[in-house]
Protein backbone atom coordinates (compact mmCIF):
# COMPACT_ATOMS: atom_id res chain seq x y z
CA UNK A 1 0.00 0.00 0.00
CA UNK A 2 2.60 2.21 0.93
CA UNK A 3 4.31 1.55 -2.72
CA UNK A 4 1.59 2.62 -4.01
CA UNK A 5 0.94 5.84 -2.69
CA UNK A 6 4.47 6.44 -3.44
CA UNK A 7 3.80 6.03 -6.97
CA UNK A 8 1.26 8.60 -7.27
CA UNK A 9 3.74 11.14 -4.90
CA UNK A 10 4.76 14.28 -7.48
CA UNK A 11 8.37 13.32 -6.20
CA UNK A 12 7.87 9.91 -7.23
CA UNK A 13 10.74 9.39 -10.12
CA UNK A 14 8.11 6.89 -12.01
CA UNK A 15 5.35 9.39 -11.65
CA UNK A 16 7.17 12.77 -12.54
CA UNK A 17 8.22 11.01 -15.85
CA UNK A 18 4.74 10.34 -17.08
CA UNK A 19 3.84 14.10 -16.29
CA UNK A 20 6.39 15.06 -18.21
CA UNK A 21 5.73 12.30 -21.22
CA UNK A 22 2.00 13.53 -20.76
CA UNK A 23 2.98 16.95 -21.56
CA UNK A 24 5.15 16.51 -24.72
CA UNK A 25 2.73 14.56 -25.94
CA UNK A 26 0.01 17.13 -25.49
CA UNK A 27 2.24 19.48 -26.88
CA UNK A 28 2.73 17.57 -29.99
CA UNK A 29 -1.14 16.74 -30.09
CA UNK A 30 -1.53 20.63 -30.64
CA UNK A 31 0.86 21.70 -32.45
CA UNK A 32 0.07 19.06 -34.80
CA UNK A 33 -3.54 20.14 -34.94
CA UNK A 34 -2.39 23.63 -35.58
CA UNK A 35 0.22 23.52 -37.89
CA UNK A 36 -1.70 20.62 -40.42
CA UNK A 37 -4.18 22.85 -40.40
CA UNK A 38 -2.36 25.68 -41.27
CA UNK A 39 -0.65 24.04 -43.79
CA UNK A 40 -3.15 22.65 -45.37
CA UNK A 41 -4.55 26.37 -45.58
CA UNK A 42 -0.73 27.70 -46.62
CA UNK A 43 -0.96 25.09 -49.51
CA UNK A 44 -3.97 26.48 -51.10
CA UNK A 45 -2.13 29.52 -51.96
CA UNK A 46 1.50 28.49 -52.19
CA UNK A 47 3.55 26.28 -54.22
CA UNK A 48 6.82 25.01 -52.03
CA UNK A 49 10.06 24.58 -53.70
CA UNK A 50 13.74 24.73 -53.43
CA UNK A 51 16.39 25.11 -56.22
CA UNK A 52 18.71 22.81 -54.07
CA UNK A 53 16.22 20.41 -55.11
CA UNK A 54 17.25 17.64 -52.43
CA UNK A 55 14.79 15.74 -53.70
CA UNK A 56 16.42 15.08 -56.75
CA UNK A 57 19.63 13.22 -54.75
CA UNK A 58 16.50 10.65 -53.43
CA UNK A 59 15.30 10.10 -56.85
CA UNK A 60 18.72 9.45 -58.64
CA UNK A 61 19.81 7.09 -55.62
CA UNK A 62 16.30 5.33 -56.34
CA UNK A 63 17.58 4.76 -59.93
CA UNK A 64 21.23 4.40 -58.79
CA UNK A 65 22.60 7.07 -60.16
CA UNK A 66 23.97 7.71 -56.31
CA UNK A 67 23.56 10.98 -54.45
CA UNK A 68 23.59 13.35 -57.12
CA UNK A 69 21.20 16.13 -59.28
CA UNK A 70 21.07 17.85 -62.08
CA UNK A 71 24.47 20.72 -62.39
CA UNK A 72 23.59 23.97 -62.67
CA UNK A 73 23.62 25.40 -66.45
CA UNK A 74 27.06 26.25 -67.59
CA UNK A 75 28.88 23.45 -65.94
CA UNK A 76 29.31 19.69 -66.51
CA UNK A 77 27.48 19.84 -70.45
CA UNK A 78 28.49 16.15 -70.75
CA UNK A 79 26.63 14.77 -67.58
CA UNK A 80 23.24 15.52 -66.32
CA UNK A 81 23.93 14.52 -62.82
CA UNK A 82 27.04 15.74 -60.31
CA UNK A 83 27.42 14.94 -56.46
CA UNK A 84 26.00 17.84 -54.53
CA UNK A 85 28.93 20.69 -53.56
CA UNK A 86 26.92 22.68 -51.78
CA UNK A 87 25.49 21.07 -48.63
CA UNK A 88 26.42 17.56 -47.23
CA UNK A 89 24.14 14.39 -49.00
CA UNK A 90 22.00 13.74 -45.34
CA UNK A 91 18.93 15.34 -46.51
CA UNK A 92 18.78 13.94 -49.75
CA UNK A 93 19.41 10.32 -48.12
CA UNK A 94 16.71 10.79 -45.53
CA UNK A 95 14.33 11.63 -48.09
CA UNK A 96 15.20 8.63 -49.72
CA UNK A 97 14.40 6.80 -46.59
CA UNK A 98 11.08 8.20 -46.38
CA UNK A 99 10.35 7.43 -49.95
CA UNK A 100 10.39 3.78 -49.30
CA UNK A 101 7.44 3.92 -46.92
CA UNK A 102 5.58 5.04 -50.40
CA UNK A 103 5.85 8.38 -51.02
CA UNK A 104 7.27 10.07 -54.23
CA UNK A 105 10.28 12.01 -53.20
CA UNK A 106 8.46 15.40 -53.68
CA UNK A 107 6.35 14.54 -50.97
CA UNK A 108 8.88 12.60 -48.38
CA UNK A 109 11.10 16.00 -48.36
CA UNK A 110 7.55 18.06 -47.33
CA UNK A 111 6.92 15.80 -44.63
CA UNK A 112 10.42 15.63 -43.60
CA UNK A 113 9.70 19.42 -42.91
CA UNK A 114 6.03 19.23 -41.74
CA UNK A 115 6.90 16.44 -38.74
CA UNK A 116 10.21 18.36 -38.05
CA UNK A 117 7.86 21.69 -37.29
CA UNK A 118 5.50 19.59 -35.64
CA UNK A 119 7.99 17.96 -33.10
CA UNK A 120 9.78 21.27 -32.57
CA UNK A 121 7.23 22.82 -30.02
CA UNK A 122 7.92 19.80 -27.33
CA UNK A 123 11.93 19.85 -27.88
CA UNK A 124 11.84 23.52 -26.99
CA UNK A 125 10.04 22.71 -23.97
CA UNK A 126 11.90 19.61 -23.44
CA UNK A 127 15.22 21.99 -23.89
CA UNK A 128 14.08 25.04 -22.03
CA UNK A 129 12.18 23.80 -19.11
CA UNK A 130 14.81 22.69 -16.67
CA UNK A 131 15.73 26.24 -16.91
CA UNK A 132 12.84 28.65 -17.17
CA UNK A 133 10.33 26.71 -16.35
CA UNK A 134 7.56 24.77 -18.41
CA UNK A 135 5.22 28.24 -18.83
CA UNK A 136 8.11 30.45 -20.20
CA UNK A 137 9.56 27.05 -21.89
CA UNK A 138 6.42 26.84 -23.91
CA UNK A 139 6.10 30.75 -24.70
CA UNK A 140 9.63 30.72 -25.87
CA UNK A 141 8.21 27.35 -28.30
CA UNK A 142 5.35 29.33 -29.59
CA UNK A 143 7.63 32.30 -30.46
CA UNK A 144 9.70 30.59 -32.67
CA UNK A 145 7.37 28.59 -34.76
CA UNK A 146 5.58 31.30 -35.40
CA UNK A 147 8.50 33.06 -36.76
CA UNK A 148 8.77 34.89 -39.98
CA UNK A 149 11.16 32.08 -41.06
CA UNK A 150 9.04 29.09 -39.72
CA UNK A 151 5.95 30.50 -41.59
CA UNK A 152 8.14 31.63 -45.07
CA UNK A 153 10.13 27.83 -45.04
CA UNK A 154 9.09 25.74 -42.12
CA UNK A 155 6.96 23.41 -44.56
CA UNK A 156 8.90 23.82 -47.18
CA UNK A 157 11.21 21.08 -49.10
CA UNK A 158 14.31 22.65 -46.98
CA UNK A 159 17.00 21.79 -44.16
CA UNK A 160 16.35 24.61 -42.11
CA UNK A 161 13.44 22.75 -39.74
CA UNK A 162 14.76 19.81 -39.26
CA UNK A 163 18.25 20.84 -38.93
CA UNK A 164 17.11 23.26 -35.97
CA UNK A 165 14.90 20.29 -34.55
CA UNK A 166 18.12 18.04 -33.98
CA UNK A 167 20.27 20.54 -33.00
CA UNK A 168 17.37 21.61 -30.11
CA UNK A 169 17.26 17.75 -29.13
CA UNK A 170 21.00 17.31 -28.98
CA UNK A 171 21.53 20.32 -26.73
CA UNK A 172 18.62 19.88 -24.71
CA UNK A 173 19.86 16.04 -23.97
CA UNK A 174 23.60 17.42 -23.53
CA UNK A 175 21.62 20.28 -20.75
CA UNK A 176 20.19 17.56 -18.81
CA UNK A 177 22.94 15.23 -17.99
CA UNK A 178 25.43 18.08 -16.34
CA UNK A 179 23.72 17.68 -13.42
CA UNK A 180 23.65 13.49 -13.15
CA UNK A 181 26.43 11.23 -12.26
CA UNK A 182 28.27 9.22 -15.06
CA UNK A 183 26.63 6.08 -15.44
CA UNK A 184 25.34 3.59 -18.18
CA UNK A 185 22.19 5.76 -18.88
CA UNK A 186 24.25 9.00 -18.93
CA UNK A 187 26.63 7.91 -21.26
CA UNK A 188 24.08 6.20 -23.60
CA UNK A 189 21.82 9.69 -23.61
CA UNK A 190 24.96 11.42 -24.57
CA UNK A 191 26.18 8.99 -27.17
CA UNK A 192 22.34 9.81 -28.58
CA UNK A 193 23.28 13.82 -28.39
CA UNK A 194 26.24 13.23 -30.11
CA UNK A 195 25.22 10.81 -33.29
CA UNK A 196 22.16 13.14 -33.95
CA UNK A 197 24.62 15.95 -34.20
CA UNK A 198 25.97 13.82 -36.17
CA UNK A 199 22.81 13.48 -38.53
CA UNK A 200 22.44 17.03 -38.62
CA UNK A 201 25.77 17.89 -39.73
CA UNK A 202 24.97 15.45 -42.68
CA UNK A 203 22.16 17.24 -42.96
CA UNK A 204 23.80 21.19 -43.16
CA UNK A 205 27.65 21.94 -42.72
CA UNK A 206 26.42 25.01 -40.43
CA UNK A 207 26.09 22.35 -37.78
CA UNK A 208 30.32 23.52 -37.43
CA UNK A 209 29.02 26.42 -35.58
CA UNK A 210 27.11 23.92 -33.24
CA UNK A 211 29.99 21.98 -32.88
CA UNK A 212 32.28 24.64 -32.05
CA UNK A 213 30.18 26.25 -29.35
CA UNK A 214 29.80 22.88 -27.30
CA UNK A 215 33.22 22.43 -27.22
CA UNK A 216 33.90 25.94 -26.36
CA UNK A 217 31.45 25.98 -23.70
CA UNK A 218 32.92 23.02 -21.89
CA UNK A 219 36.45 24.50 -22.23
CA UNK A 220 35.40 28.14 -21.07
CA UNK A 221 33.09 26.38 -17.76
CA UNK A 222 36.36 24.51 -17.02
CA UNK A 223 38.33 27.82 -17.03
CA UNK A 224 35.90 29.04 -14.80
CA UNK A 225 35.74 25.90 -12.40
CA UNK A 226 32.25 25.75 -12.90
CA UNK A 227 32.66 22.03 -13.82
CA UNK A 228 35.07 19.47 -13.10
CA UNK A 229 37.27 18.72 -15.70
CA UNK A 230 37.11 14.82 -15.05
CA UNK A 231 32.86 15.33 -16.16
CA UNK A 232 33.90 17.64 -18.93
CA UNK A 233 35.99 15.41 -21.02
CA UNK A 234 33.49 12.44 -20.31
CA UNK A 235 30.82 14.24 -21.82
CA UNK A 236 32.57 15.62 -24.90
CA UNK A 237 34.46 11.96 -25.38
CA UNK A 238 31.24 10.37 -25.55
CA UNK A 239 29.48 13.01 -27.52
CA UNK A 240 32.20 12.64 -29.94
CA UNK A 241 32.16 9.22 -29.98
CA UNK A 242 28.81 9.34 -31.05
CA UNK A 243 28.70 11.62 -34.07
CA UNK A 244 31.90 9.57 -35.19
CA UNK A 245 30.29 7.03 -37.29
CA UNK A 246 28.14 9.56 -39.07
CA UNK A 247 30.81 12.16 -39.11
CA UNK A 248 33.36 9.39 -40.43
CA UNK A 249 30.70 7.72 -43.11
CA UNK A 250 30.48 11.25 -44.23
CA UNK A 251 34.22 11.98 -44.44
CA UNK A 252 35.03 9.25 -46.21
CA UNK A 253 32.65 9.57 -48.99
CA UNK A 254 33.93 13.59 -49.66
CA UNK A 255 37.24 12.04 -49.55
CA UNK A 256 36.26 9.29 -52.36
CA UNK A 257 33.88 11.55 -54.23
CA UNK A 258 35.65 15.04 -54.39
CA UNK A 259 39.12 14.17 -52.56
CA UNK A 260 38.34 16.89 -49.74
CA UNK A 261 36.66 16.61 -46.12
CA UNK A 262 35.25 19.63 -46.47
CA UNK A 263 34.26 20.21 -50.30
CA UNK A 264 31.09 22.38 -49.55
CA UNK A 265 31.23 25.96 -51.63
CA UNK A 266 28.42 28.29 -52.65
CA UNK A 267 28.95 30.82 -56.11
CA UNK A 268 25.43 32.91 -56.20
CA UNK A 269 27.02 35.91 -57.38
CA UNK A 270 26.59 37.67 -54.39
CA UNK A 271 30.11 38.64 -53.17
CA UNK A 272 30.04 41.94 -50.77
CA UNK A 273 32.49 43.57 -48.02
CA UNK A 274 32.21 42.59 -44.14
CA UNK A 275 30.33 45.65 -43.04
CA UNK A 276 27.34 44.60 -45.94
CA UNK A 277 27.35 41.02 -44.90
CA UNK A 278 27.05 41.98 -41.03
CA UNK A 279 24.16 44.63 -41.53
CA UNK A 280 22.44 42.01 -44.04
CA UNK A 281 23.05 39.37 -40.88
CA UNK A 282 21.49 41.44 -38.39
CA UNK A 283 18.65 42.58 -40.12
CA UNK A 284 17.93 39.08 -41.13
CA UNK A 285 17.70 38.44 -36.89
CA UNK A 286 15.97 41.60 -36.13
CA UNK A 287 13.07 40.57 -38.67
CA UNK A 288 12.71 36.72 -37.50
CA UNK A 289 13.17 37.32 -34.60
CA UNK A 290 10.63 41.00 -34.03
CA UNK A 291 8.64 39.73 -37.09
CA UNK A 292 9.02 43.66 -38.55
CA UNK A 293 10.83 44.46 -41.80
CA UNK A 294 10.60 48.28 -40.86
CA UNK A 295 12.00 47.86 -37.39
CA UNK A 296 14.85 45.26 -38.71
CA UNK A 297 16.29 48.28 -41.34
CA UNK A 298 18.06 49.71 -38.20
CA UNK A 299 20.82 47.57 -39.42
CA UNK A 300 21.41 49.76 -41.85
CA UNK A 301 21.60 53.30 -40.03
CA UNK A 302 25.26 52.40 -37.82
CA UNK A 303 24.08 55.39 -34.76
CA UNK A 304 20.18 53.73 -34.63
CA UNK A 305 21.92 50.55 -34.21
CA UNK A 306 24.83 51.51 -31.56
CA UNK A 307 22.07 53.39 -29.54
CA UNK A 308 19.82 50.39 -29.32
CA UNK A 309 21.95 47.22 -29.61
CA UNK A 310 24.95 48.27 -27.17
CA UNK A 311 22.90 48.94 -24.14
CA UNK A 312 21.12 45.75 -23.92
CA UNK A 313 24.37 43.74 -24.78
CA UNK A 314 25.86 45.71 -21.84
CA UNK A 315 23.64 45.32 -20.04
CA UNK A 316 22.78 41.79 -20.40
CA UNK A 317 26.74 41.29 -20.32
CA UNK A 318 26.83 42.95 -16.75
CA UNK A 319 24.16 41.28 -15.49
CA UNK A 320 25.37 37.99 -16.14
CA UNK A 321 28.76 38.98 -14.66
CA UNK A 322 26.93 39.73 -11.38
CA UNK A 323 24.96 37.38 -11.03
CA UNK A 324 27.33 34.52 -12.38
CA UNK A 325 27.91 32.99 -8.94
CA UNK A 326 23.74 32.34 -8.76
CA UNK A 327 23.40 30.41 -11.42
CA UNK A 328 23.42 26.90 -11.77
CA UNK A 329 25.82 24.72 -13.96
CA UNK A 330 22.83 24.39 -15.92
CA UNK A 331 21.88 27.90 -16.84
CA UNK A 332 25.57 29.07 -17.03
CA UNK A 333 26.02 26.29 -19.82
CA UNK A 334 22.72 27.25 -21.57
CA UNK A 335 24.06 31.74 -21.41
CA UNK A 336 27.71 30.51 -22.89
CA UNK A 337 26.33 27.87 -25.39
CA UNK A 338 23.50 30.28 -26.97
CA UNK A 339 25.91 33.32 -27.14
CA UNK A 340 28.80 30.80 -28.56
CA UNK A 341 26.35 29.19 -31.34
CA UNK A 342 25.16 32.94 -32.06
CA UNK A 343 28.48 34.15 -32.70
CA UNK A 344 28.86 31.45 -34.38
CA UNK A 345 26.67 30.47 -36.79
CA UNK A 346 26.20 34.52 -37.66
CA UNK A 347 30.33 34.16 -38.54
CA UNK A 348 29.63 31.26 -40.65
CA UNK A 349 26.97 33.08 -42.21
CA UNK A 350 28.93 36.16 -43.30
CA UNK A 351 31.83 34.45 -44.48
CA UNK A 352 29.37 32.82 -47.01
CA UNK A 353 27.65 35.67 -48.18
CA UNK A 354 31.33 37.25 -48.02
CA UNK A 355 33.51 35.11 -49.65
CA UNK A 356 31.03 32.69 -51.48
CA UNK A 357 28.29 34.81 -52.56
CA UNK A 358 25.53 33.28 -50.46
CA UNK A 359 22.27 35.22 -51.79
CA UNK A 360 20.89 38.20 -48.88
CA UNK A 361 17.88 36.28 -49.24
CA UNK A 362 18.99 32.98 -48.55
CA UNK A 363 20.50 34.74 -45.07
CA UNK A 364 17.12 35.41 -43.72
CA UNK A 365 16.25 31.82 -44.69
CA UNK A 366 19.06 30.11 -42.73
CA UNK A 367 18.86 32.27 -39.73
CA UNK A 368 15.97 30.51 -37.99
CA UNK A 369 18.21 28.01 -37.05
CA UNK A 370 19.79 29.79 -34.00
CA UNK A 371 17.40 32.89 -33.80
CA UNK A 372 15.64 30.99 -31.13
CA UNK A 373 18.25 31.67 -28.66
CA UNK A 374 17.41 35.24 -28.38
CA UNK A 375 14.35 35.15 -26.44
CA UNK A 376 14.91 32.25 -23.54
CA UNK A 377 18.53 33.73 -23.46
CA UNK A 378 16.93 37.22 -22.36
CA UNK A 379 14.26 35.77 -19.92
CA UNK A 380 17.54 34.30 -18.10
CA UNK A 381 19.89 36.83 -18.50
CA UNK A 382 17.97 39.61 -17.29
CA UNK A 383 16.06 37.33 -14.72
CA UNK A 384 12.52 38.11 -16.55
CA UNK A 385 11.45 35.08 -15.17
CA UNK A 386 12.09 35.57 -11.01
CA UNK A 387 9.35 37.91 -10.18
CA UNK A 388 5.97 39.15 -10.85
CA UNK A 389 6.61 42.88 -11.94
CA UNK A 390 9.75 40.91 -14.29
CA UNK A 391 6.85 38.53 -15.28
CA UNK A 392 4.06 41.03 -16.43
CA UNK A 393 7.17 42.68 -18.75
CA UNK A 394 8.42 39.28 -20.08
CA UNK A 395 4.82 38.01 -20.55
CA UNK A 396 4.23 41.59 -22.74
CA UNK A 397 7.79 41.83 -24.46
CA UNK A 398 6.88 38.17 -25.84
CA UNK A 399 3.00 39.44 -26.66
CA UNK A 400 4.46 41.94 -28.41
CA UNK A 401 6.70 39.71 -30.64
CA UNK A 402 4.15 37.22 -30.91
CA UNK A 403 1.33 40.02 -32.37
CA UNK A 404 4.07 41.29 -34.87
CA UNK A 405 4.76 37.94 -36.07
CA UNK A 406 1.34 36.94 -36.30
CA UNK A 407 0.78 40.75 -38.13
CA UNK A 408 3.56 39.63 -40.15
CA UNK A 409 1.84 36.22 -41.52
CA UNK A 410 -1.62 37.98 -41.95
CA UNK A 411 -0.54 40.19 -43.94
CA UNK A 412 1.73 38.16 -45.98
CA UNK A 413 -1.52 36.01 -46.80
CA UNK A 414 -3.14 38.95 -47.35
CA UNK A 415 -0.69 39.71 -50.23
CA UNK A 416 -0.84 36.64 -51.27
CA UNK A 417 -4.65 36.11 -52.07
CA UNK A 418 -4.18 39.69 -53.34
CA UNK A 419 -1.71 38.75 -56.11
CA UNK A 420 -3.12 35.71 -56.99
CA UNK A 421 -6.46 37.47 -57.32
CA UNK A 422 -4.84 39.37 -59.88
CA UNK A 423 -3.32 36.47 -61.75
CA UNK A 424 -6.72 34.88 -62.07
CA UNK A 425 -7.69 37.60 -64.36
CA UNK A 426 -5.83 36.76 -67.46
CA UNK A 427 -3.90 33.26 -68.78
CA UNK A 428 -0.86 35.13 -69.34
CA UNK A 429 0.79 35.64 -65.73
CA UNK A 430 2.79 38.66 -67.01
CA UNK A 431 0.08 40.47 -68.71
CA UNK A 432 -1.89 39.80 -65.08
CA UNK A 433 0.80 40.30 -62.55
CA UNK A 434 1.02 44.29 -64.09
CA UNK A 435 -1.34 45.72 -62.07
CA UNK A 436 0.72 44.12 -58.84
CA UNK A 437 4.17 44.99 -59.46
CA UNK A 438 3.84 48.59 -58.34
CA UNK A 439 2.72 47.27 -55.24
CA UNK A 440 5.07 44.43 -54.09
CA UNK A 441 8.94 43.94 -54.64
CA UNK A 442 8.59 39.98 -54.91
CA UNK A 443 5.60 38.05 -56.03
CA UNK A 444 8.21 34.76 -56.82
CA UNK A 445 5.48 32.93 -54.78
CA UNK A 446 2.60 33.57 -56.46
CA UNK A 447 4.08 33.44 -59.76
CA UNK A 448 5.44 30.14 -59.26
CA UNK A 449 1.92 28.76 -57.56
CA UNK A 450 0.28 29.87 -60.86
CA UNK A 451 2.63 28.45 -63.46
CA UNK A 452 2.53 24.64 -61.62
CA UNK A 453 -1.19 25.01 -62.24
CA UNK A 454 -0.63 25.51 -65.88
CA UNK A 455 -1.27 22.67 -68.04
CA UNK A 456 0.30 24.46 -71.20
CA UNK A 457 3.90 24.22 -68.92
CA UNK A 458 3.67 20.60 -68.21
CA UNK A 459 2.55 19.87 -71.69
CA UNK A 460 5.10 21.83 -73.05
CA UNK A 461 8.42 19.85 -70.98
CA UNK A 462 6.93 16.27 -71.81
CA UNK A 463 6.80 17.44 -75.45
CA UNK A 464 10.81 18.01 -75.30
CA UNK A 465 13.08 14.71 -76.46
CA UNK A 466 14.34 12.78 -73.39
CA UNK A 467 17.43 12.99 -74.86
CA UNK A 468 17.81 16.70 -75.27
CA UNK A 469 19.68 18.93 -72.52
CA UNK A 470 17.17 21.42 -71.22
CA UNK A 471 17.98 25.14 -69.59
CA UNK A 472 15.43 27.49 -67.88
CA UNK A 473 15.54 30.34 -65.99
CA UNK A 474 12.92 28.48 -63.37
CA UNK A 475 14.93 25.04 -63.55
CA UNK A 476 14.15 24.43 -59.90
CA UNK A 477 10.24 24.67 -60.21
CA UNK A 478 10.31 22.35 -63.30
CA UNK A 479 12.96 19.89 -62.15
CA UNK A 480 9.87 19.43 -59.06
CA UNK A 481 7.26 19.50 -61.43
CA UNK A 482 8.03 16.85 -64.10
CA UNK A 483 11.21 14.96 -62.34
CA UNK A 484 13.11 15.85 -65.44
CA UNK A 485 16.82 16.96 -65.41
CA UNK A 486 16.22 20.39 -66.08
CA UNK A 487 18.72 22.74 -65.52
CA UNK A 488 18.73 26.11 -63.86
CA UNK A 489 20.42 29.33 -64.62
CA UNK A 490 20.26 33.59 -64.01
CA UNK A 491 18.02 35.08 -66.34
CA UNK A 492 18.79 38.85 -65.97
CA UNK A 493 16.06 40.95 -67.89
CA UNK A 494 18.06 44.09 -67.09
CA UNK A 495 21.08 42.98 -69.15
CA UNK A 496 19.27 40.67 -72.33
CA UNK A 497 21.70 41.39 -74.46
CA UNK A 498 24.79 39.95 -72.46
CA UNK A 499 22.19 37.12 -71.17
CA UNK A 500 21.48 36.35 -74.87
CA UNK A 501 25.04 35.68 -75.61
CA UNK A 502 25.52 33.83 -72.46
CA UNK A 503 22.79 31.35 -73.44
CA UNK A 504 23.92 31.04 -77.08
CA UNK A 505 27.94 30.10 -75.44
CA UNK A 506 25.69 27.72 -73.01
CA UNK A 507 24.24 25.99 -76.48
CA UNK A 508 27.49 25.73 -78.00
CA UNK A 509 28.77 23.36 -75.61
CA UNK A 510 26.50 21.16 -75.61
CA UNK A 511 28.39 17.75 -77.01
CA UNK A 512 27.88 17.81 -81.47
CA UNK A 513 24.13 15.87 -81.54
CA UNK A 514 22.60 16.70 -78.69
CA UNK A 515 19.57 19.38 -78.91
CA UNK A 516 19.72 22.28 -76.41
CA UNK A 517 16.36 23.74 -75.19
CA UNK A 518 15.75 26.68 -73.32
CA UNK A 519 12.64 26.97 -71.50
CA UNK A 520 11.62 30.44 -70.21
CA UNK A 521 8.94 30.70 -68.30
CA UNK A 522 7.34 34.37 -66.83
CA UNK A 523 9.37 35.02 -63.20
CA UNK A 524 9.60 37.69 -60.98
CA UNK A 525 12.54 39.99 -62.90
CA UNK A 526 11.04 39.32 -66.44
CA UNK A 527 7.45 40.26 -65.54
CA UNK A 528 8.56 43.75 -63.61
CA UNK A 529 11.50 44.05 -66.44
CA UNK A 530 10.14 43.34 -70.22
CA UNK A 531 6.98 44.27 -71.63
CA UNK A 532 4.18 42.51 -70.35
CA UNK A 533 2.19 42.71 -73.76
CA UNK A 534 5.54 41.24 -75.71
CA UNK A 535 8.17 39.49 -73.77
CA UNK A 536 8.43 36.40 -75.46
CA UNK A 537 9.22 38.30 -78.79
CA UNK A 538 11.70 40.47 -76.93
CA UNK A 539 13.43 37.70 -76.04
CA UNK A 540 13.31 35.58 -79.31
CA UNK A 541 14.42 38.70 -81.36
CA UNK A 542 17.95 38.73 -79.59
CA UNK A 543 18.28 34.59 -79.47
CA UNK A 544 16.73 33.89 -83.51
CA UNK A 545 19.84 35.46 -84.98
CA UNK A 546 22.56 33.19 -82.75
CA UNK A 547 20.39 30.09 -84.46
CA UNK A 548 17.86 29.53 -82.15
CA UNK A 549 14.09 28.43 -83.45
CA UNK A 550 11.32 28.89 -81.14
CA UNK A 551 9.42 26.01 -81.26
CA UNK A 552 6.50 26.52 -78.70
CA UNK A 553 5.03 29.76 -77.31
CA UNK A 554 1.92 29.54 -75.02
CA UNK A 555 0.90 32.38 -72.75
CA UNK A 556 3.26 31.52 -69.96
CA UNK A 557 6.04 29.22 -72.06
CA UNK A 558 8.46 30.14 -74.99
CA UNK A 559 10.78 27.12 -76.06
CA UNK A 560 13.74 27.72 -78.19
CA UNK A 561 15.82 25.05 -80.30
CA UNK A 562 19.79 25.48 -81.21
CA UNK A 563 19.70 24.14 -84.48
CA UNK A 564 23.19 23.62 -84.97
CA UNK A 565 23.00 20.49 -82.21
CA UNK A 566 20.29 18.90 -83.92
Known amino acids: ?81 EPNIYQPPGFGLLIYLVSLFGLIPTKADLWISYISWTLTPAIFVFLLKPLIGLRFSIFCAVLSITSPCYYLFGSGPFTEALYTAIILLSIGIVIRTLDRDIDRKLIGAILFAGFIAGVAYSVRN ?35 IGSAPVLTALHLRNLSVFNQILPYRIDQGYFS ?17 IGSRTIAKIAWDFWLML ?3 LPIALSGLYLTWKQWIKYTLKTKFFIL ?24 GNLIRHVFSFTWVLYPLSLITFNLEQNDSRNIFSVALGALILSSHLSYISDDIKKTQE ?43 NNIPKNALVTSNVGGLLRRLTLLPIRSFDFDARKLQETSLAIGDMA ?7 PFYLVILPDNEIVRILDASNWKEHI ?15 NNIIVFLKLNNV
Not at 273 to 289: G, H
Not at 338 to 358: K, N, P, Q, V
Open 540 to 554: AKLLIPQGFQVILSK
Open 273 to 289: TYPTSIRVLIEALLFDF
Open 419 to 461: VLTALNQAPDIAAAAHSEIGKYKIITDEINFKLAKDPEVINGI
Open 307 to 309: LVI
Open 1 to 81: MTNRLKLFSPHHPERSSLSALSTYLLITLVSSLVIYYFIEFISSMKFFLSNDTYFEEALNFIHDRGLTRTPWATSNPAHDY
Open 206 to 240: ACLAYFAALFSTFVILRILGSIKTGKAITLLLWFF
Open 337 to 360: FAALFLIASSGMLIIAHTHHGLDP
Open 508 to 514: NSTLPGR
